[in-house]
């Protein structure tokens, strides 16, 4: 096979077939094939799409490119969850442990931050000594032992994907739904999951800005998941405001760790009851989890019951984390700065723009501009007013949490900007627009 042949086949709005896009990732990933053709590829492929089926194809080679994970000797059935990422989306680190304390084990590998959009993996790092790094022998270990590991990505897993992201990010290729919805599938079934739940963000502060943007993508991921064997629900969750209050890595720890006490902001809780419930649903596989209300019922009572925030214990003691932060969240990494953002008017919130409160979370040093910048896991916001709350002249309105002085006017004046206060009546935002079934 030739590579040039295989870019005028997709240039000229051909499918290429299975054997095609074996070949092509394979020899990109072994480096015989230069970033030039790959680069030729991915824009014919941005500008044609791709069929379902060359998809799915994309889809398994990139999965296929590296290591694949097999659990099935420990765990019968590897349930995972993704969120497309989002402001204080900090969801994984309560979902992961309440679903282990329902008696399903959870094997997760997570991301780091870009941009104004936080990582799981930055937020565990705000307990002092948890390990994100770990050899396979520990992570199988530790899933045996504890039920439960939570931890970086390994390079081993897509590599292809690894490379070709990288590339797109430099050739205007990212925003092409088949290049997005196979890059994040190939490393969920690469992690060896047999069934995904998919949190699918929309609004300004998400990656998809509209419904229609935001449902084409979980239903490709959906059908791609489908085709590749595993069982899928994608939901379809706001985020055109913030998830919770808190925003910032150390700062959304100790909120999801409130949240494990039974306590913390409600639309949280509500959103973490929905998808781990989705998960046993999937982990259930039709016994056991089936009935939505028993479901429900079950997962208010280990979060109340604190059995979820046991087992955060025990995954960090497992990971070599300090377990004295976990039990009092003080201890975690503080700012030295704490300063209030007042409504300047009385009325009704019109608007909490997500994207905004994490460009400003971000300008005091709680997110990285590219990769491997380091950041500052003390600072961040809590936002405390939700889009439809009435609120008072001189209320707080945002906490800043901050280290230096001199980046508190700049956060300052985009929470100007993200918070408009009017005499308009606004209903809350929703929490879910939709669910879709694999
Ligand atoms: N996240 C990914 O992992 N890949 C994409 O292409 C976009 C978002």
New binding site residues.
Partial sequence: MRAIDIIARKRDGEALTREEINWFIDAYTRGSLPDYQASALLMAIFLRGMTREETVNLTVAMAQSGDVLDLSDIIPYSVDKHS??GVGDKTTLVVLPLVASCGVPVAKMS?RGLGFSGGTIDKLESISGYRVNLTNEEFRQLVRENGIVLTGQSADLAPA?GKL?AL?DVTAT?PCLP??AS??MS?KIAAGANGIVLDVKVGCGA?MTNLDDARALAQIMVEIGVDAGRDMIAVLSDMNQPLGCAVGNALEMAEAIECLHGDGPEDFREHCLQVAGYMLRLAGQGERWMDAGEVRAYLEQQLDNREGLKVLRKMVVGQGGDARQVDDPSLLPQARIVHAFTAARSGFVQQVAADLIGEASFDLGAGREKKGDPVDLAVGLKVHKKVGDRIEAGQTLVTVYANDEKKVPGCLSRLEEAIEVGDQIVDPLPLFYDTLYG
């Fill in positions: 497309s990422g991301g994907d992201y797109r990212v290049l997005i890059s994040i490393k990656f």
